[in-house]
């Protein structure tokens, strides 16, 4: 993440995100998939040593290299699009809204307070009393624990979408989208960018 | 280079008059009123400087009406027209938060020649 500055001065927190080029490897049809989608590679700098023989008569058809990462997009848009096509970062204009979906950061066996926000107890003056859930259900009745109640457990690493980021500028030349406040995951990753 | 510099490279101003802590700096602060600008100037000493790149800011303390009042300014914000040194101020400290409990001839700062 960095800053910008907008027309008041005010400082802004901003995500800078490598968006495509992303080439249309296929196009899922109606009569043959049973669904309207556009397949999506990006096109990344290191290109994929030693593409697999399956890869490689996938994208085949496209004409275009073995990409690492492949994600099917809904189509509404105008105008027809072709296998081999490309997608830059144009499609977006400053202050548009856009959804981004991410895996977001593994944060292993996360105990109840910092996984669900509970409160824990009193660090000291004897307190005894310091992260634990507490009662997870009585004795005699329920005498059970019910379903879904909420514990410690594995936390992150889920796929979290953050809605209506700001678009707050686009840099064509690089392909780079900038948009305010955060997005899941970790730098470097992969995301997916949906207009809101 | 980074996809963040490069950003980053895009906002920030080339032309920032050198100032250090220390220094009793005039900062030019544009006001927008509605459609109305105008410009207010904030003339202090510099206490502290923190952050790199587009996020440095500086601290500027006064004293007005009796009273210490300090501001954190952007040094790459839009809202700063430009900042104006005064006088070189000689510390050797990074940070002059002891002059909070100074006041008067004790607050005063040596000049550099």
């Known amino acids: ?196 | 280079m980074s996809l963040i510099q490069l950003v980053e490279d895009k906002h920030m101003k080339k032309d920032v008059e050198p100032f250090g802590v220390g220094d009793t700096v005039k900062v030019h602060v544009i006001i927008k009123e509605g459609d109305k600008e105008r410009i207010q100037v904030y003339q202090g000493d510099v206490i502290a400087k923190r952050g790199t790149g587009l996020s440095t800011t500086f601290t500027v303390r006064k004293i007005s009406f009796g009273i210490g009042v300090e501001r954190i300014f952007p040094v790459h914000s839009k809202a700063i027209k430009k900042v104006e040194v005064l006088r070189k101020g000689k510390v050797r400290r990074s940070k002059l938060y002891y002059l909070r409990r100074l006041k008067g001839k004790a607050a005063r700062l040596r000049e550099e020649k």
Not at chain 1, 49 to 73: C, D, M, N
Not at chain 1, 80 to 89: A, I, N, S, T
């Open chain 1, 1 to 196: 993440m960095t800053q910008g500055f907008d027309d008041k001065g005010n400082s802004i927190p901003l995500t800078v995100i490598k968006a495509g080029p992303c080439t249309v490897i296929q196009k899922k049809a109606k009569d043959k998939d049973g669904y309207e989608a556009l397949q999506l590679g990006l096109v990344e700098e290191k290109a994929v040593k030693k593409p697999k023989k399956a890869a490689q008569g996938h994208f085949k058809k496209s004409e275009s290299p073995v990409t690492k990462v492949l994600r099917e997009f809904h189509y509404g848009g105008q105008g027809e699009v072709k296998e081999g096509d490309q997608f830059f970062v144009d499609i977006f204009k400053a202050g548009e809204k856009v959804h981004v979906t991410g895996t977001s950061k593994g944060k292993g066996f996360a105990g109840v307070v910092k996984r669900h926000h509970f409160r824990g107890g009193g660090a000291s003056h004897g307190s005894m009393f310091h992260r634990a859930p507490g009662s997870i259900g009585a004795s005699s009745y329920p005498s059970r624990v019910v379903r879904g109640l909420r514990m410690g457990g594995h936390m992150g690493y889920d796929r979290v979408t953050v809605r209506n980021l700001t678009v707050f500028e686009t840099d064509k030349e690089n392909n780079l989208l900038v948009v305010k406040g955060a997005i899941p995951g970790p730098n470097g990753g992969y995301v997916l960018i949906h207009k809101a």
